[in-house]
């Protein structure tokens, strides 16, 4: 997991002069991680602002730990905890020390209820983008439009009193942002993309802490090969592959830390492939890129079809996270026999800090995480040691990644695909029937998006078959077939997202081709929900 400071000891502030030393910098900012989803998006927004930051544990360091270790800012995360009900634990003494303090959503709520502002439970919710309106004149908002869109997800409201003064607002928060003395705060999400000043509001925050010595950007994919060079040297990898961008950055890394000739570095590295619950052409790509030259060849490459085990352990499960516990068991089992067979040294997977953050890892401190569905990837145990070299990373910068290693264009702007694949894209019981109901339709929907040159518009487009059953009358006969809902979301990272309106002529098109093409489909829908409330898969 990533390094947390958890108390002032001589190593722990030690290893942080290092740090500074080696970024050439003399100042830092201290980041609360209190279990928000998007926290590591903070420590990405300050790294490539270039700011040294250190992520703490709100559970272990106290007023005097903060004091001794001198950061120029501090920063508090959202998170899942709610000031009214679950304070989370913090040693508010941090507030009075007179340090410049961000609060972001969560952060900001404790801070104003430590001053004695009120911050009840609202009436109104808000979740999605809303537009703030900036009052005022303040540092924080410097070069900041006047009205600009920002992403809220928060349930609890800082009132209007004489205590806070008020920087911004929304329709449904009058106090969407605010400031007393050193303290500033905001109830809405600078990080994601979806706030498009988000990144100035950072920019001017380490301006307020007198940050101003940044550190240029390193050269991230060298770094990993470098990390990698050293672990693997001359042992076997073991990487499960599958046709999405994740694993095949992964396999590039591994491809140039192994630092071999095509011979040589297919006995070093084999990529298993799980057929049974994949997308239709997911096998396609890999066998493009990864099997065979000219693009492929580098890598051996195993097919394994686990479709008769896939379906044999989802028998009678219904709820989806069952659902996604019996995939990955599947997925383990056969990953483990494969590394038995190579005699592997390491197994290496595709996994994202968003896979960590939703399965209620990521940093580890002492706040509560929600997990928000189990990932196919996250907390299996293998009988060799684990290679996740973009644990750190989200899609995006993953994908920066790939492109700074020569990763095909083809494989990194595919659509992000579940790891426990069509098993989420079903509710209910999956069955050999709903399977090829569901290839098929993913097929002609992803086909059409293709044609009509709106993939690449978008960050994820899937369908569901759902539990309901439509009438349905073709021909001269009648009965029931499946209601598929179809989704499409703009996203960055995969953290947020917006439902994408796509053409009514389009959806249109996919509906009839779907209902008149897949026999069990009796009607077509389209979703329109974005990320938060929603997530971006079905289950």
């Given at each position: 997991m990533l390094r947390i400071f958890k108390k002032a000891t001589p190593e722990t502030l030690e290893e942080i002069a290092e740090e500074m030393r080696v970024r050439k910098t003399a100042k830092f900012v201290m980041l609360f991680s209190m279990g928000s989803q998007f926290d590591h998006l903070i420590v990405q927004q300050l790294a490539k602002l270039g700011a040294f930051c250190v992520v703490a544990d709100p559970s272990a360091v106290t007023a005097d730990d903060v004091k001794k270790a001198v950061p120029a800012g501090l920063i508090l995360s959202g998170g899942p905890a709610s000031v009214e009900t679950e304070p989370p634990p913090f040693d508010e003494n941090i507030f009075d020390l007179g340090i410049p303090t961000l609060g972001v959503c969560l952060g900001f709520q404790m801070w104003a209820k430590h001053i004695g502002a009120r911050v009840?439970?609202?009436?109104?919710?808000?979740?999605?983008?809303?537009?703030?309106?900036?009052?005022?004149?303040?540092?924080?908002?410097e070069g900041v439009p006047r009205k600009t869109p920002v992403l809220h997800s928060h349930g609890d409201a800082v009132l209007p009193d004489s205590v806070v003064t008020v920087l911004g607002s929304t329709e449904n928060a009058p106090v969407a942002a605010g400031r007393y003395k050193h303290l500033w705060g905001v109830q809405f999400h600078p990080e994601v993309t979806e706030t498009t000043e988000g990144t100035r509001m950072y920019d001017n925050f380490l301006k307020i802490c007198g940050i101003i010595d940044r550190f240029p950007a390193h050269n991230v994919a060298e770094q990993k090969i470098a990390e990698l060079k050293k672990q693997i040297a001359d042992k076997k990898v073991l990487i499960a592959l599958s046709g999405g961008s994740d694993s095949s950055v992964v396999a590039y890394l591994l491809k140039q830390a192994a630092d071999k000739n095509e011979r040589l570095t297919k006995s070093f590295i084999r990529g298993v492939y799980i057929r049974g619950i994949d997308r239709p052409d997911d096998e396609a790509y890999v066998q493009k890129y990864f099997g065979s030259p000219p693009a492929g060849g580098w890598i051996e490459l195993e097919i394994v079809d686990a479709t008769a085990l896939f379906l044999d352990a989802l028998r009678g499960k219904v709820a989806m996270r069952e659902k996604r516990l019996a995939m990955q068991s599947v997925y383990r089992?056969?990953?483990?026999?494969?590394?038995?067979?190579?005699?592997?040294?390491?197994?290496?997977?595709?996994?994202?800090?968003?896979?960590?953050?939703?399965?209620?890892?990521?940093?580890?401190?002492?706040?509560?995480?929600?997990?928000?569905?189990?990932?196919?990837?996250?907390?299996?145990?293998?009988?060799?040691?684990?290679?996740?070299?973009?644990?750190?990373?989200?899609?995006?910068?993953?994908?920066g990644i790939g492109r700074d290693l020569g990763v095909p264009e083809d494989l990194l702007?595919?659509?992000?695909?579940?790891?426990?694949?069509?098993?989420?894209?079903?509710?209910?019981?999956?069955?050999?029937?709903?399977?090829?109901?569901?290839?098929?339709?993913?097929?002609?929907?992803?086909?059409?998006?293709?044609?009509?040159?709106?993939?690449?518009?978008?960050?994820?487009?899937?369908?569901?078959?759902?539990?309901?059953?439509?009438?349905?009358?073709?021909?001269?006969?009648?009965?029931?077939?499946?209601?598929?809902?179809?989704?499409?979301?703009?996203?960055?990272?995969?953290?947020?997202?917006?439902?994408?309106?796509?053409?009514?002529?389009?959806?249109?098109?996919?509906?009839?081709?779907?209902?008149?093409?897949?026999?069990?489909?009796?009607?077509?829908?389209?979703?329109?929900?974005?990320?938060?409330?929603?997530?971006?898969?079905?289950?």
């Open positions: 009840p439970q609202s009436s109104k919710r808000e979740f999605g983008v809303h537009d703030l309106t900036v009052v005022g004149s303040d540092p924080l908002f089992d056969v990953l483990e026999e494969k590394i038995k067979e190579f005699g592997a040294d390491f197994i290496a997977q595709g996994t994202l800090y968003t896979d960590l953050r939703e399965s209620g890892a990521g940093h580890a401190t002492g706040a509560r995480v929600a997990e928000i569905k189990v990932h196919h990837n996250v907390g299996i145990s293998f009988s060799v040691p684990e290679l996740r070299p973009l644990e750190d990373q989200v899609k995006d910068s993953a994908r702007v595919r659509h992000p695909f579940p790891g426990p694949g069509l098993v989420v894209r079903i509710e209910g019981e999956v069955t050999a029937e709903k399977l090829k109901t569901a290839r098929a339709v993913d097929g002609i929907y992803i086909e059409e998006l293709r044609a009509a040159k709106l993939y690449e518009t978008i960050w994820q487009a899937g369908a569901v078959i759902t539990l309901s059953e439509h009438t349905v009358s073709k021909g001269d006969d009648a009965g029931l077939g499946h209601v598929v809902a179809l989704w499409a979301v703009w996203s960055v990272n995969g953290f947020t997202a917006r439902a994408a309106q796509l053409p009514y002529e389009f959806l249109d098109r996919v509906s009839r081709r779907i209902t008149n093409e897949v026999r069990e489909v009796g009607a077509v829908v389209y979703r329109i929900s974005d990320k938060p409330p929603a997530t971006i898969e079905w289950g």
